[in-house]
């Protein structure tokens, strides 16, 4: 009993550094750890001894499960599969080696001995040290673990069911003439099947309200994301037809007002001005004759010799004319609230770019970090679009700065590149 | 090693460059520091260089109507492009023109007319300039989408913002609300500025009296602020004699 408890330790002790081996992890030996195995190396022994060699099976790996998880801090999936691995494996050949040292034995030597049988256990536990030291073993085992991860939590469940009534069929089997002992396991089978009908039902429900919610967040968060595109639209679609007027003839004029009047957007006054310049000239002068009335202190500096419409894509002049008409009803809004009402607009180029640079004075309470996100304004509830729609874009793009009680707004777009 | 004030002059004039290199030696005559003058006739390479060295303290005086492509406003935008702490004064003929809009924009000290009492009305000015020693240091943050840069001067004070990890930095017009915490920004900040209170830091520049008793203290734009602790006033006591 000694000797096969010795066994027991050193086959204890193996295979959980076998364990380590295969999932690439440092085998720690700690006396705390190895008395807990020599508890449970005894245990076997007596479970084997006392019991019967089934159950000792079983023990084993149960304990197998508690040296890992000892040792080693993995999650459960990894755990169970590792340990249920190297203990099928290592069980199999444990069995197989057995055979083939008994058979050999019992020919030569009519009898199998103790020693002989713990020397064998000593030979394999060393053989299964190395074939876990292969390479191709780990990494198909990795491979393996990789694919099982993927399956789901109630299919491991039913797994566990499965193999729960193979376990008890087995016992009952050996247990057919005793009454007793096949009332108990026929008792523990109805247990398990309601516990997994239980189980199944809720699983099942959990599944369904998940997978709506699922949808239900999926829906609303288009919706949502539908909606602010929607809003933005709406918002900055004036601009947007400021920009096609300050390039249309007065005809297109006319049907471009009409549809603004027939959306009920806010109305320019293009209208009502005689000689409106063309181009971007023509689009700040709208707002300038707007304002007319309310004393702002407007500085306009023209540097640029070029025809903007000339040396812009169709596409960038839209985005132009509507960034520009976003920051200006921004600029003249902050700057009405101020003593000095000042707006300062420089529109100059280089080689490669056209700036576009709108100063204002300001009176407000900003949080900076805030500025240009969705929906914050210092306006009313509604607003909070403009610069959320304007600062995420590349090709037409705004630098924001504030100094003192300035706030800045720099517009800087590409001029199309000059064909050789 | 002496420090350096650097004057940059911008127009057309020869005779009027020379003019206020004249005033302008005759203001620095006493000076500790080492003045250096450059002047310029018309925009140029030179001078965009010179503009693009902020290590220099420099006071910029420049003629609007500069007989170039650029002009004394752009030149003014090219320097605050870079530098907002250089002192600038604008030379015009036009009484009026373009002083309420351009002093805002470009922080332009003065705008002196060039016939009428040129000569004392640049004195002044620079004297004026020299005296205050060109204070003016930036706080300077920047967000995602913002580039902040308030002068400290214009700063009255600084508080915890209550419900998140922010503060308030409260100035002659507007509040802003920035993400930093009370110690973090003291590191943005010079001397002139003291912790009176664990949740508010005040610029003592900008302090008229302290009521450390009733616990408040009043600015020079007369708002009344209840953040004052005696815990601190050892320090600002302290910090004011010395």
Partial sequence: MILYGLATIVGYLNLSWIYGITTNQKFNLKLRKVLIVVFLAIVSTIVSFKINVIAKTFYNLFAYFIMTKLFYNNDKKKLVYYTLLIWLIGGLFDVVSMSIVSAIIMLFYKKVTAIITVIATFILQIFLNLLFRIK?????????????????????FYIVIVAL?????????????????GIMILFFIVLCLSISIYFVHTISIEKIYNETSKNLLENNSFFVDQNTKNRIFKHNIIHKLDGVKSVANDKSKKLLDDLIEEYNLTSSPSKEVDNLPNGINGLICQKIYSNKSKKVDFAINNYIKSELFDVLTPKKYNKLCETLGICLDNAITATLKTKEKILQIAILENQDNIFIKIVNTFKSELEIDEIGNL????????????LYSIFSRKDVMVKTSIINNLFENQIIVKKNKIKA | M?????????????SCLNNVKDIIREVTFNL??????????????????????????KIYILDIQLDDKFSGIQVAEMIRSVD????????????????????????????????????????KDLKTILKKNCDNKLFVYQSRNVDLKIYLKNILYIYRDKEERKVVIVTDNNKFTVGLGVQEILEFLDSSFAVVHRACIVNKTRVQKYHWTDKYFVLDTGEEVNMLSKKYKKEVLCSNEC
Avoid at chain 1, 166 to 181: E, Q, R, S, V
Avoid at chain 2, 2 to 14: A, L, M, P, Q, Y
Avoid at chain 2, 33 to 39: A, D, N, R
Wanted: charged share 35%; aromatic share 18%; no cysteine.
């Fill in chain 1, 165 to 181: 009534f193979f376990l008890f069929g087995i016992l009952a089997y050996f247990n057919i003439d005793n009454f007793t002992n």
């Fill in chain 2, 2 to 14: 002496k420090s350096v004030i650097k004057f940059v002059v911008v127009d057309d004039e020869e």
């Fill in chain 2, 32 to 57: 500790e520091e080492e003045v250096k003058i450059e002047t310029f006739i018309k925009y140029s390479k030179k001078l965009e260089k010179e503009i693009n060295n902020v290590s220099e303290r």
């Fill in chain 1, 136 to 156: 191709y073993i780990r990494i198909l085992s990795d491979k393996l673990y990789n694919k099982i991860e993927q399956i789901e939590n109630i299919v491991w």
């Fill in chain 2, 84 to 123: 907002w702490e250089s002192e600038i004064i604008f030379m015009t003929y036009h009484d009026k023109m373009f002083e309420t809009v351009y002093r805002k924009v470009y922080e332009v000290f003065s705008f002196i007319e060039k016939f009428h009492d040129f000569r004392e009305r640049l004195k």
């Fill in chain 1, 375 to 386: 929906n914050y304004t210092t306006k009313t509830s509604g607003h909070g679009l403009g």
